[in-house]
């Protein structure tokens, strides 16, 4: 069984809809991340959260907002969903290994998301 | 302002040979630094990663080389083979936010195909 899951896996909504994209994971990670990929961009951040209690914005946070319900789960929600969101999303988890600088991010299988 | 360059979007290989990628970085504070390996419909995977104060990691068939004077790190792959096949990712890892967190950034990817 994967140790990061994603659902959707796929998703294609109208602009101006509701979505919540979910994540999970069964590594007990305490620091969970949601990513964009956009084709010849990378993958940039956009919201991560070192526990549940600790939410903190990327480099792109506008226009989305997420919960961290518990330790193992992260949703990413789009309030109002435009077509420039068309992405490639990620999820990935941490594990605060004591020097903070040296941590290896595992990620999810990715949704991929069409907003028309 | 792109942090972190992998100018070679494509790099084709034949098997056996060994495959070089390459990635540039402007950003003096990082100290860290990470591969991801990334096959279609799947999430990155991470590969091997290099602390700043060594100039050389090696796992396997891969070994990766950090030169901190020209800011350049490269991935060697020896030998080559088909299933290393994806789309590489180079990452670094820095403080950001003006406080203690630490943000890996990446490049936008080089994608190696190994020819048989």
């Known amino acids: 069984d994967a140790d990061v899951t994603q659902t959707p896996r796929n998703r294609i909504t109208k602009t101006g809809k509701r979505i919540m994209l979910e994540c999970s994971q069964t590594?007990?990670?305490?620091?969970m991340y949601w990513y964009r990929q956009d084709p010849g961009l990378g993958l940039r951040l956009i919201y991560y959260?070192?526990?549940?209690?600790?939410?903190n914005k990327g480099e792109i946070s506008d226009g989305y907002s997420v919960s961290r319900q518990a330790q193992a789960k992260f949703s990413l929600s789009l309030e109002s969903a435009i077509p420039n969101q068309t992405a490639l999303y990620f999820c990935?988890?941490?594990?605060?290994?004591?020097?903070?600088?040296?941590?290896?991010?595992?990620f999810g299988p990715g949704t991929r998301l069409l907003v028309l | 302002d792109q942090q972190v360059k992998q100018n070679s979007p494509s790099l084709s290989v034949q098997e056996g040979r060994i495959s070089i990628l390459n990635c540039d970085y402007t950003?003096?504070?990082?100290?860290?630094f990470l591969w991801y390996k990334k096959y279609p419909a799947e999430g990155p995977t991470f590969l091997i990663s290099?602390?700043?104060i060594k100039d050389k990691n090696e796992d396997g068939r891969f070994t990766v080389f950090l030169n901190k004077s020209a800011k350049h790190l490269s991935l060697h792959i020896v030998p080559s083979q088909p299933g290393d096949s994806a789309v590489y990712f180079c990452?670094?890892?820095?403080?950001w936010g003006g406080g203690s967190n630490y943000k890996l950034t990446f490049g936008k990817g080089t994608l190696l195909t190994v020819n048989p």
């Open positions: 959260s070192f526990d549940v209690k600790d939410i």
């Open positions: 590594k007990g990670h305490d620091r």
């Open positions: 990452a670094a890892s820095a403080k």
């Open positions: 990935a988890t941490s594990d605060n290994q004591g020097i903070r600088y040296q941590e290896t991010q595992y």
């Open positions: 290099i602390s700043s």
């Open positions: 950003n003096s504070m990082f100290d860290y």
